[in-house]
């Protein structure tokens, strides 16, 4: 196992399980026999992690590892569950809670799939896979392979073999989902390893960090900010942490609506996206007479080329950055542009492959001095975000449409809720899945979120 991947496993606690979480839902039951078949042909068969479990080695000498699993039986990992009555969005909210909430058997392959009957007239599809098999980006595009570009069942299957990079005007739902990042990627490979060493040092000793400095190394910014970044504070948002977690999404949001208020005022989704989330978390935090200047977001970076086919082996390519909301700033054009410019200059730096180099020193370190880095990263944020950007188009699977999306990336530490906006056939869905102690009712959150969105909207394009 690689080290990042093995930092992932160990990232484990009862209160923020690493399990990436989906769910697809549809307006009609999908042939679920012929769903059984496509997750075998398509997820099982071409990577070989869903048919293996993790066997931890004996500290220092050997980490975890892979090994096959001797009593695979795909329909351990395959549960047909009926959903509660009135079956609606909040009973379906519920039930992906309450699976959330449940640990994966470490006996098996750590991965498992809820096909779910009665969501109104359809069902939904829950999907839980641990982080330590794969990273979000490169998951999606496993999920998304069992989906068709048409209904017919011999139709292709979306991302089964890899094309020419398009233009950017012509790019493919495949290409959008895994971001600008060809300098960085090319460039990540050589820099982990002494970004990993660097960060045990720093982790050892803080001041370590000035040498780096003083060497005029280009990456020790990035290194200062992902290691040496303040805590974000207490607030109603961030806590004390429980196991049960719970989950609430918005309606469809017109994607065009977002793309034409960003073409006019020059930001990208991303830009109006993360201004309403700060705008959302200050509603917020303003009812429970909280204030606070700013809370901060980490948010998945991708490390692979957009035309790179996934390995066989998967495994985690990503680093997360920081991004500063300004929760404590009252105007919407100032909240928006502060936001642009943090953006721009996140792109601009060595802060992913930074982070990925954390990533892959915590896989490298004994327990004791694991759980130190693990802390130094993970206290610095209120929320992970992920926003993905998926097909235009609808498509399908075992013939029948996908209605929605949404997937959300785990928590790690003590951050307490992850937002996952994905955009889907012309819609954006934003989800929130937090602590049910600190964030009760994540529907209250996520209405603030689509008020402050349709506020942002409303804004004239500024000189």
């Known amino acids: 196992m690689s080290h990042a991947d093995a930092a992932w496993l160990h990232m484990d606690q009862p209160t923020n399980l690493m399990v990436i979480t989906g769910v697809n839902w549809f307006d009609e039951t999908p042939d679920w026999d012929r769903f059984r078949e496509l997750v075998k042909e398509r997820f099982v068969d071409p990577y070989p992690r869903f048919r293996q479990r993790v066997v931890e080695g004996t500290p220092p000498l050997s980490g975890p590892h892979w090994e096959d699993d001797p009593n695979f039986d795909i329909n351990a990992h395959l549960h047909h569950v009926a959903l509660p009555a009135p079956g609606d969005q909040d009973a379906l909210a519920t039930l992906v809670g309450d699976i959330t909430s449940t640990p994966l058997d470490p006996a098996q392959a750590l991965w498992q799939i809820h096909m779910v009957d009665g969501f109104g007239e359809g069902a939904a599809t829950i999907y839980r896979i641990h982080h330590c098999i794969a990273d979000g980006i490169a998951l999606s595009r496993v999920l998304l392979s069992l989906a068709d570009e048409e209904p017919d069942e011999a139709a292709r299957p979306i991302d089964r073999e890899p094309e020419p990079e398009p233009s950017d005007e012509r790019r493919g739902p495949l290409s959008r989902l895994t971001g600008p990042v060809r300098g960085v990627a090319s460039a990540a490979g050589g820099a982990v390893g002494t970004v990993a060493h660097e960060s045990l040092e720093v982790a050892k000793n803080p001041s370590h960090l000035l040498d780096i400095a003083a060497a005029g190394r280009e990456d020790a910014d990035a290194l200062s900010k992902v290691l040496l970044r303040g805590n974000d504070p207490g607030t109603a948002l961030k806590g004390d942490l429980g ?50 200047e700013q809370l901060t977001a980490m948010v998945p970076f991708n490390l692979r080329t957009p035309t790179e086919p996934l390995p066989a082996t998967l495994g985690n390519r990503f680093g997360l950055v920081f991004l500063d909301l300004p929760v404590g700033t009252s105007s919407r054009n100032a909240r928006l542009l502060r936001i642009h410019k943090s953006m721009k200059k996140i792109k601009q730096s060595h802060e992913g492959v930074v982070s990925y180099g954390v990533l892959d020193a915590m896989g490298r370190t004994p327990e004791g001095l694991e759980q130190r880095v693990i802390d130094l990263f993970t206290a610095k944020g209120t929320t992970v975000v992920t926003n993905v950007p998926g097909p235009r188009e609808p498509v399908y699977i075992a013939g029948t449409p996908i209605s929605g999306v949404l997937v959300w990336a785990p928590c790690s530490g003590n951050v307490s809720m992850t937002i996952s906006i994905f955009s889907y056939a012309g819609d954006l869905t934003v989800g929130l899945m937090a602590d049910t102690g600190l964030v009760p009712d994540p529907a209250e959150l996520v209405r603030d979120f689509e008020t402050e969105l349709s506020r942002v909207l409303e804004l004239e394009p500024q000189p």
């Open 243 to 292: 196991v049960s977690k719970s989950v609430a999404w918005s309606d469809p949001i017109p994607l065009d609506a977002v793309l034409e208020f960003g073409h006019a005022t020059g930001n990208t989704v991303n830009d109006v996206v993360m201004a309403a989330v700060a705008g959302a978390f200050r509603r917020y935090l303003e009812r429970r007479g909280e204030f606070v």
